[in-house]
């Protein structure tokens, strides 16, 4: 599964219920099922893993993860807490944090986001998911330290390298935030970032054109409005009327089990 090989992974793991490894291969079958948007074969088999195994923790993690992506949100919270009740590990501490800050609760989201990175002191979605937060409550000192260490761990992150160019730009430092930016790559929300900057320094064909490629990238609603504003106006536009977009982990994080592929 980890180097995409998705249908050898189903064949491994097909061959590995029939062997009787039913727990695990189950849930690695269904993770590969919900990715292909197989949600109700997912569930099946996450459900038919907890059949053979109560005790494990991943399947109520992914379980989660389905039922987010069906917009079931109370039932993806329950799944994740109780998969935190049986020492998932960071997984569904990350998973239930990132639902609290979508909810807006930011200090549910932040305990929930520490604790995952207890357990994966390393982990640059850690680090970035707990920054994300802190931007959010506009703890710019604090997110900057989440962030700088989660570059330290992945210096290409595009999440992270977008999310400091909104510190730098908080801080005055364009030309830091621009380089953030363009580093972030065609992430939408970095071009939208970057369209404001241009936008501040008076490059107006420039921002419009960042505009458009977030539109692009992601049908973005920030860049839309900007682009709205910024063609639509014939004076001086205040940059402050503009709208930035930080990002978050888009989507939560699985549990895999590979012990049995070879």
Same mark, same amino acid.
């Given at each position: 599964? $980890?180097?995409?090989?998705?249908?050898?992974?189903?064949?491994?793991?097909?061959?590995?219920?029939?062997?009787?490894?039913?727990? %695990?291969?189950?849930?690695?079958?269904?993770?590969?099922?919900?990715?292909?948007?197989?949600?109700?074969?997912?569930?099946?088999?996450?459900?038919?893993?907890?059949?053979?195994?109560?005790?494990?923790?991943?399947?109520?993690?992914?379980?989660?993860?389905?039922?987010?992506?069906?917009?079931?949100?109370?039932? @993806?919270?329950?799944?994740?807490? +109780?998969?935190?009740?049986?020492?998932?590990?960071?997984?569904?501490? +990350?998973?239930?944090?990132?639902?609290?800050?979508?909810? /807006?609760?930011?200090?549910? @989201?932040?305990?929930?986001?520490?604790?995952?990175?207890?357990?994966?002191?390393?982990?640059?979605?850690?680090?970035?998911?707990?920054?994300? #937060?802190?931007?959010?409550?506009?703890?710019?000192?604090?997110?900057?330290?989440?962030?700088?260490?989660?570059?330290? $761990?992945?210096?290409?992150? /595009?999440? @992270?390298?977008?999310?400091?160019?909104?510190?730098?730009?908080?801080?005055?430092?364009?030309?830091?935030? #621009? @380089?953030?930016?363009?580093?972030?790559?065609?992430?939408?929300?970095?071009?939208?970032?970057?369209?404001?900057?241009?936008?501040?320094?008076?490059?107006?064909?420039?921002?419009?054109?960042?505009?458009?490629?977030?539109?692009?990238? %992601?049908?973005?609603?920030?860049?839309? +409005?900007?682009?709205?504003? #910024? +063609?639509?106006?014939?004076?001086?536009?205040?940059?402050?009327?503009?709208?930035? $977009?930080?990002?978050?982990?888009?989507?939560?994080?699985?549990?895999?089990?590979?012990?049995?592929?070879?």
């Amino acid at each position: 599964i $980890s180097q995409g090989k998705l249908d050898a992974a189903i064949t491994a793991s097909k061959k590995a219920i029939q062997l009787g490894d039913g727990g %695990e291969a189950r849930l690695n079958l269904g993770l590969i099922y919900s990715w292909h948007g197989r949600f109700d074969e997912a569930i099946k088999l996450y459900q038919k893993a907890l059949e053979t195994d109560p005790t494990l923790a991943e399947p109520h993690n992914n379980l989660g993860l389905v039922y987010l992506l069906q917009g079931e949100l109370e039932r @993806a919270i329950d799944a994740f807490k +109780t998969s935190i009740e049986l020492n998932g590990g960071e997984e569904p501490h +990350t998973n239930l944090g990132l639902v609290y800050s979508w909810l /807006g609760k930011h200090n549910e @989201a932040i305990t929930l986001h520490k604790e995952a990175l207890d357990m994966a002191p390393d982990s640059a979605e850690a680090q970035i998911n707990l920054g994300f #937060v802190y931007i959010c409550q506009n703890r710019l000192d604090e997110a900057k330290v989440m962030l700088e260490g989660a570059l330290r $761990s992945d210096p290409d992150s /595009g999440e @992270a390298n977008t999310n400091l160019g909104i510190i730098r730009f908080h801080e005055g430092n364009i030309e830091a935030a #621009v @380089a953030a930016y363009k580093k972030a790559g065609a992430m939408a929300e970095a071009r939208n970032n970057l369209g404001v900057v241009y936008h501040q320094q008076g490059k107006r064909d420039a921002a419009i054109a960042e505009f458009k490629a977030a539109i692009a990238a %992601e049908d973005l609603q920030e860049a839309h +409005t900007n682009l709205s504003i #910024v +063609t639509g106006s014939v004076g001086n536009i205040d940059t402050s009327e503009l709208q930035i $977009s930080p990002i978050g982990v888009p989507v939560g994080v699985p549990a895999v089990w590979c012990e049995f592929v070879n």
